[in-house]
């Protein structure tokens, strides 16, 4: 019997498992080649120190626009690490290779990879050029901090990671707003982490239309049941802010 292992069967379950380790046997050494669409051209930011999920999140969901094209970009092409340094993304492209995108994403980090993006004038000057011909503008987690220290948040309402939205607004002319997505004409900033998955949903709606924002949320499988009810900032206890941040910090470099 001839079992096809086109992906629409295998997503559909319809290939037997010997079939699909025989087709990965098979191709071993293939290589993926990125694909340039007709569809919005998406740029993510990536600086040393970024929080893993800041990104990819939101890359998850916005590569799953129809035709989209989503590319990994920072100061100097290759590898970046995260906040842990456990782990490294590729940027395939430099700030100076790029001058226009549809979608410009800036992830947040810890305080050392923060406070370094905010103080690179290099990568702000990149972020105000880019800002200036985008159709959406975002962040996630203190990215907006980057945003705000680039001067894009002037007068604007926006979210960040819970703990530093007493610096954001301190700090900048920000009005801080405590929900996990902010939308400021052109700007959309998402709180902390996971809630980049939120925006980039919200932002995959804004971009298409509802249905196929609902379709991409469901091709995800994004249904979070999480076993515990500790997320909200807002009703959190001290001791438990406390230890998230000890968290942090102990797993930062």
């Known amino acids: 019997m001839r079992h096809s292992t086109t992906r629409r069967n295998v997503l559909r379950g319809t290939v037997a498992t010997a079939a699909l380790a025989a087709t990965a046997a098979a191709t071993t050494g ?35 626009l129809p035709d989209a094209t989503v590319t990994m970009i920072a100061e100097r092409r290759g590898a970046v690490r995260t906040d842990t340094a456990d782990v490294a993304l590729v940027a395939e492209r430099s700030i100076s290779e790029v001058d226009r995108l549809d979608v410009l994403l800036v992830p947040g980090a810890g305080n050392r990879g923060t406070v370094a993006a905010m103080n690179n004038e290099a990568l702000l000057r990149w972020i105000r050029q880019i800002h200036r011909h985008s159709r959406w503008t975002t962040s996630v987690c203190t990215g907006s901090i980057v945003l705000a220290a ?12 819970w703990a530093s939205a007493e ?14 997505y902010v939308r400021s004409g052109k700007i959309i900033t998402a709180a902390g982490v996971s809630a980049g998955v939120d925006m980039a949903l919200y932002l995959a709606s804004l971009m298409t239309d509802d ?15 999480p076993p515990f009810d500790s997320g909200d900032a807002a009703v959190a206890s001290p001791q438990l802010k406390e230890k998230a941040l000890q968290l942090l910090a102990a797993s930062q470099v």
């Open 150 to 161: 680039a001067g894009l948040l002037d007068g604007r309402q926006a979210t960040t990671y």
């Open 167 to 180: 610096y954001l607004q301190a700090t900048f002319d920000v009005t801080y707003l405590p929900q996990r």
């Open 211 to 225: 249905d196929t924002a609902e379709a991409i949320q469901l091709a995800v499988e994004y249904d979070p049941q």
């Open 30 to 64: 293939a290589h993926a080649v990125p694909r340039g669409g007709a569809g919005p051209n998406i740029g993510i930011l990536l600086y040393d120190g970024f929080s893993l999920l800041d990104p990819t999140g939101p890359a998850e969901v916005l590569s799953r």
